[in-house]
């Protein structure tokens, strides 16, 4: 392993530059010409990839520079490709300006908008899921399903990053990118084939499908201390904490609500999808107090998928018990390293792979959802609850999902299975 780290640390140049000046690009060009020449790779069949890692403010000065000065010089098979971090923008005005910017100068498909959701493990095995379990076809639909949850927590604040973070909140760098993708692979209809195409299509699709937000259907919070950084400005209205119902009008989906949250300074940290179904009809054990059927997508920490069931609890008398049937992947995948998202998704743009990467109008249709909310949350129209740290958050959120349906289980707890 330390050879190899080794031999790769040989392989790492450093050059320095401005984002706007062409000396620096230009110096670029030529370290990596340099190494090409090094590989004996002929001029036209060379692979660049550039990851900017960068200020979404510079993108364009940046792809301009790459654009004039370090593109592959002739098509032999070679190739230049951009890779881009979210946030790709503030709103659906400041996203589509910069998707034309970068669209004037790069094809849609040199483009990689990356979210490094689509990269884990339990993300890609969604549509695995879905589509290749007759079990599933059936009951993924308004018939059987009573809500979604998809929930992002983490149980520590902005860590010094509150400046920053005060620039986006939680809905800007959570929801609208993390876990309304996830949405989208949970709610889309089945594509034609695995193109990448095909999937993107159908992912468009749905969000096209979604109505807009209820302002009735939203909760925000701040957490208490979040002012105390000095970086954060003192009349601060950047959420922390949001819950809001996402509603698809669909054959699907239609009065199906799908609840995404995400917050910092939670009591907990774990991002899973929740899919709970409807209370079975003609209850003659009366356990329907003890909680519904669940089946939970456990994306971090401790992977894991499970299906909560109700069963008789063993002994001589005929009483019920939740229970689970758990894949968990500490235990079923021993010695399995999963690989890292990022590490899954920089491979796939080295093969062109862009099933995992959000396409240019399915990053429209995200922000037409969040747009309108966001500005009002800008404005000041919309004030964020005060919420303590280490506590579940509002509790006008809970509320929220009671409202909706959702029905919490108290006396059950799922525990990750030890090896």
């Not at 590989?39 to 520079?65: D, H, T």
């Not at 003192?234 to 996402?246: G, H, K, R, V």
Request: with cysteine.
């Amino acid at each position: 392993m330390m050879r190899l780290i080794l031999l790769l640390l040989m392989q790492i140049k450093y050059v320095t530059g401005s984002y706007d000046t062409a000396e620096g690009f230009q110096a670029l060009d030529k370290a990596i010409t340099e190494q090409e020449i090094s590989k004996n790779i002929r001029e036209g069949l060379s692979r660049r990839l550039f990851y900017l890692a960068l200020p979404p403010s510079v993108y364009p000065q940046v792809c301009k520079m790459i654009k004039s000065y370090c593109m592959n010089k002739s098509d032999l098979g070679g190739w230049t490709r951009i890779v881009v971090e979210k946030p790709f923008g503030k709103d659906l005005a400041s996203a589509e300006e910069l998707s034309s910017q970068i669209g004037e100068l790069f094809d849609e498909p040199q483009i990689y908008r990356i979210d490094h959701y689509l990269g884990k493990e339990l993300v890609q095995n969604l549509l695995v899921l879905r589509f290749a379990n007759r079990l599933f076809l059936p009951l993924w639909n308004r018939d059987n399903i009573d809500n979604v949850q998809i929930v992002f927590r983490e149980d520590f604040g902005t860590e010094g990053r509150g400046g920053y973070f005060d620039q986006y909140g939680i809905i800007r760098d959570i929801i609208q990118n993390h876990l309304l993708q996830v949405f989208c692979l949970v709610a889309m209809e089945k594509p034609v084939s695995l193109k990448p195409e095909h999937i993107r299509d159908e992912k468009v699709k749905v969000l096209q499908s979604v109505i807009p937000i209820k302002d009735k259907e939203v909760v925000i919070g701040q957490y208490e201390g979040y002012k105390d950084d000095p970086t954060v400005p003192d009349n601060s209205n950047t959420p922390t904490f949001a819950t809001m119902i996402l509603r698809i009008h669909n054959e699907r989906w239609e009065g199906v609500p799908f609840i995404l949250k995400a917050g910092k300074a939670l009591n907990s940290r774990k991002a899973e999808i929740r899919v709970q179904f409807k209370d079975v009809p003609g209850d003659i054990f009366k356990c329907q107090k003890q909680g519904r059927n669940e089946f939970v997508i456990r994306l971090q920490p401790s992977e894991a998928m499970y299906m909560k069931l109700t069963v008789k609890q063993p002994g001589l008398e005929m009483s019920t018990a939740q229970s689970e049937l758990d894949l968990s992947y500490t235990q079923r995948y021993q010695g399995v390293v999963i690989p890292e998202a990022y590490e899954r998704l920089i491979l796939d743009t080295i093969k062109g792979d862009q099933q995992h990467f959000v396409r240019r109008d399915e990053q429209k249709a995200a922000w037409e959802i969040f747009t309108p909310l966001l500005h009002r949350i800008d404005d000041g129209e919309f004030k964020p609850i005060p919420y303590k740290m280490g506590s579940r958050g509002p509790v006008e959120a809970d509320e929220l999902l009671e409202g909706a349906g959702y029905v919490q289980t108290h006396d059950y707890i799922w525990i990750p299975p030890s090896l």
